[in-house]
């Protein structure tokens, strides 16, 4: 079964742009969350959607967004971005059920770098 | 608010040796889970092992162990027989159930190093 999967890889922006991230999770799974990784504060939890919905949301600002369609694939969305925007993002995938505690399984992250 | 302290940033072990990564966190919680993940240099975050709280068994996955404390919420990774592979960041996790809407809190994560 394929894992998760990011696009793109790589990224370079500059401030005030706008960057889509795209996540395509583990075939099954309903769940999508992001994390947001840089060398200062480590991993953060951005989100997690389930069935098209936001299901939990993490203190981060209004410029970040996100969304998922009806076959599960994710994207999230930063808004004028800023230089501390740069960080690694990471999706991750789990079955999502309402009565369970489902493992999370991380896709390799788009690298995004704001100049 | 959780939080997961890894109090050592950096570690290093010969190959075939053994290692233990510390963990400690914060909860009021009593049912929650645990996870250790690693990251190796190409990025990609792996599950190493998982345990429920409410277990009183330690988890193990081959050469992976924890000793986990819950009254001391203490989670610590042991690493038999160290091998090259094993060199990357290990992120210890805490996730509280909440109806199928969980998040992952992490550590700050402890930089292994496997030398030969």
């Known amino acids: 079964k394929a894992g998760v999967t990011q696009t793109p890889r790589y990224l370079i922006k500059t401030r005030g742009q706008q960057v889509t991230l795209s996540c395509s999770p583990i075939?099954?799974?309903?769940?999508v969350s992001w994390y947001q990784q840089t060398p200062g504060q480590g991993l953060q939890f951005l989100f997690e959607?389930?069935?098209?919905?936001?299901?939990n949301k993490g203190n981060f600002p209004g410029r970040f967004s996100g969304r998922q369609f009806s076959n599960s694939r994710s994207e999230m969305n930063v808004s004028t971005l800023e230089l501390g925007d740069s960080a690694l993002y990471l999706c991750?995938?789990?079955?999502?059920?309402?009565?369970?505690?489902?493992?999370?399984?991380f896709g390799p992250g788009t690298r995004l770098t704001v100049l | 608010a959780q939080t997961v302290t890894q109090s050592q940033p950096e570690m290093s072990v010969q190959e075939a040796e053994t290692v233990t990564l510390s963990c400690t966190y914060d909860t009021s919680e009593s049912n929650y889970y645990l996870f250790w993940y690693k990251q190796p240099p190409s990025r990609q975050m792996i599950l190493v092992i998982r345990?429920?709280?409410?277990?009183?068994q330690n988890a193990t996955e081959n050469r992976f162990s924890v000793n986990f404390q819950k009254a001391a919420k203490s989670f610590s990774l042991k690493i038999s027989d160290s091998q090259l592979g094993d060199t990357a960041m290990y992120f210890c996790a805490f996730m509280k159930p909440q109806g199928g809407s969980e998040k992952l809190v992490f550590g700050k994560g402890t930089k292994l190093t496997v030398n030969p």
């Open positions: 959607y389930f069935s098209e919905t936001q299901r």
């Open positions: 991750a995938s789990s079955l999502g059920r309402e009565r369970s505690t489902d493992t999370q399984y």
């Open positions: 345990q429920e709280a409410y277990k009183q």
């Open positions: 075939s099954g799974h309903r769940s």
